[in-house]
């Protein structure tokens, strides 16, 4: 990794194109720490010291504390991602947009513009339910139309420029434009975590404890992320044959491929939806200023909470984890089922003249990866279930209070791993140019 970017600021044009990137995170940072005018910048603070919400404490670490501040950023590129989401789901239930998605550049461009305006629809819908919601319970300084317009203006243009930066950074930088600006507001957090822990479990115990504590935190996170890396390289490989044919004089094809398959083929999407749906019915208590409900509903929605899990003074709070775990899984079947078809890879190598060694060509192929398919999802959520549950045992039973999970942990490989091949990609091309000049 490391020299890979050394190598990389040898070239001029790579070296100048990483300068960009660091620039643009500059800003991002610079932007998470100005306060929206006209707001008390103190009552996340408070809110989040008598309250264990765990949608907004979420958004505080995808945010990079900009939502704890409630800075121009609070909204950060989250309306970006879930109008992306809303977009792609949409494909396989209206026509025009799966037409549009297969429209190769120009499709791309319709579908980049729609994903756009959704994303200023969401920005607009979320500001003005805080602005409302949360001005009520004291998040304004006055209570009146103007704040209110300030707070929705400022949200909302915070993530629309947000949007602009992480796709200036794919056409001028390094690519991965929006995770980039998720990347750098989690990492952000990191030292205060650190911090947290330090102050959890080593300050005031004696140096050997201190020392055994600290042992223990580092491989736990090292086997987090150790796990976070095989899950997110892991991948099945279907070898695929062509055959041979007659092309003029000459026999062409013959050669030997494959398909390869994911074996996380959701990413980071399922737990997103689970904790998004879990969370639902506390962000809606909380923007009616009712989040402490008694009584049967009460247990409910703490067993909705993660951070209620692993609790040893209240055990039937981890129930939850497994409405948790079930909503995982069966968002990884359910995303992947979306994102790939079967029946299409298996149409498209029997045009090209393609089979998989033993199985024959139609139906037999279809059923053989559909199988192959659900078994592979399985082993991916459930892995994805492990990396998820580790952050909200410690969180639970420990009381670690860290905003970094298995979400942030999973963000943060993939978006390092996938940036180092853009620049070896980079790099490639320009030693072909080269090659070619000469």
């Known amino acids: 990794m490391f020299?890979?970017?050394?190598?990389?600021?040898?070239?001029?044009?790579?070296?100048?194109?990483?300068?960009?990137?660091?620039?643009?995170?500059?800003?991002?940072?610079?932007?998470?720490?100005?306060?929206?005018?006209?707001?008390?910048?103190?009552?996340?603070?408070?809110?989040?010291?008598?309250?264990?919400?765990?949608?907004?404490?979420?958004?505080?670490?995808?945010?990079?504390?900009?939502?704890?501040?409630?800075?121009?950023?609070?909204?950060?590129?989250?309306?970006?991602?879930?109008?992306?989401?809303?977009?792609?789901l949409l494909t396989i239930a209206i026509p025009q947009l799966e037409e549009m998605q297969r429209d190769g550049e120009e499709g791309r461009k319709k579908m980049t513009a729609i994903t756009r305006y959704v994303t200023v629809g969401l920005a607009l819908f979320e500001s003005v339910a805080m602005a409302v919601g949360f001005g009520r319970q004291g998040l304004l300084t006055t209570f009146n139309a103007v704040n209110v317009i300030v707070v929705v203006a400022a949200l909302t243009a915070g993530s629309a420029f947000l949007m602009w930066v992480g796709e200036q950074i794919n056409d001028k930088g390094v690519g991965n434009g929006i995770s980039m600006v998720l990347l750098i507001n989690i990492l952000s957090r990191i030292p205060q975590d650190m911090v947290t822990l330090y102050e959890t479990f080593v300050k005031g115990k004696t140096i050997a404890r201190g020392l055994l504590m600290w042992i223990i935190i580092a491989v736990v996170i090292i086997a987090v992320v150790v796990l976070v890396l095989i899950l997110n390289g892991a991948e099945r490989r279907i070898p695929v044959q062509y055959s041979k044919k007659m092309a003029g004089r000459k026999m062409v094809g013959g050669q030997s491929s494959n398909i390869p398959l994911k074996v996380n083929t959701a990413g980071v999407i399922p737990i997103i939806f689970a904790s998004s749906i879990m969370s639902f019915p506390s962000i809606i208590l909380s923007f009616v200023g009712n989040s402490d409900i008694k009584g049967i509903g009460?247990?409910?929605?703490?067993?909705?909470?993660?951070?209620?899990?692993?609790?040893?003074?209240?055990?039937?709070?981890?129930?939850?984890?497994?409405?948790?775990?079930?909503?995982?899984?069966?968002?990884?079947?359910?995303?992947?089922?979306?994102?790939?078809?079967?029946?299409?890879?298996a149409d498209?190598?029997?045009?090209?003249?393609?089979?998989?060694?033993?199985?024959?060509?139609?139906?037999?192929?279809?059923?053989?990866?559909?199988?192959?398919?659900?078994?592979?999802?399985?082993?991916?959520?459930?892995?994805?279930?492990?990396?998820?549950?580790?952050?909200?045992?410690?969180?639970?039973?420990?009381?670690?209070?860290?905003?970094?999970?298995?979400?942030?942990?999973?963000?943060?490989?993939?978006?390092?791993?996938?940036?180092?091949?853009?620049?070896?990609?980079?790099?490639?091309?320009?030693?072909?140019?080269?090659?070619?000049?000469?």
Do not use: C, H
Not at 43 to 68: C, H, I, K, P, V
Not at 374 to 396: C, E, R
Not at 416 to 429: G, R
């Open 3 to 88: 020299k890979t970017f050394m190598n990389a600021f040898k070239v001029k044009d790579v070296r100048r194109k990483i300068f960009y990137v660091l620039m643009m995170l500059v800003v991002i940072r610079l932007g998470s720490q100005m306060p929206v005018p006209g707001v008390n910048t103190s009552f996340f603070a408070n809110y989040f010291a008598n309250n264990t919400n765990e949608a907004f404490s979420f958004l505080n670490a995808f945010t990079g504390g900009g939502f704890d501040r409630f800075s121009i950023f609070a909204l950060s590129i989250t309306p970006y991602i879930t109008s992306s989401i809303i977009i792609q």
């Open 298 to 345: 009460g247990t409910l929605i703490k067993m909705l909470n993660s951070n209620n899990w692993f609790d040893k003074t209240n055990p039937v709070a981890s129930l939850g984890l497994i409405l948790y775990i079930v909503l995982v899984i069966f968002f990884a079947y359910f995303y992947t089922s979306i994102t790939f078809n079967p029946m299409e890879v």
């Open 348 to 438: 498209n190598m029997k045009k090209q003249g393609g089979f998989i060694p033993g199985i024959r060509p139609g139906k037999s192929t279809v059923d053989y990866l559909n199988n192959l398919l659900s078994y592979i999802i399985f082993i991916g959520a459930a892995g994805l279930t492990i990396v998820a549950v580790i952050p909200f045992f410690f969180n639970g039973f420990f009381k670690a209070n860290v905003s970094f999970g298995g979400t942030s942990l999973i963000i943060i490989a993939s978006v390092i791993l996938e940036t180092l091949k853009q620049i070896e990609s980079m790099m490639l091309v320009r030693n072909y140019k080269g090659f070619l000049n000469d």
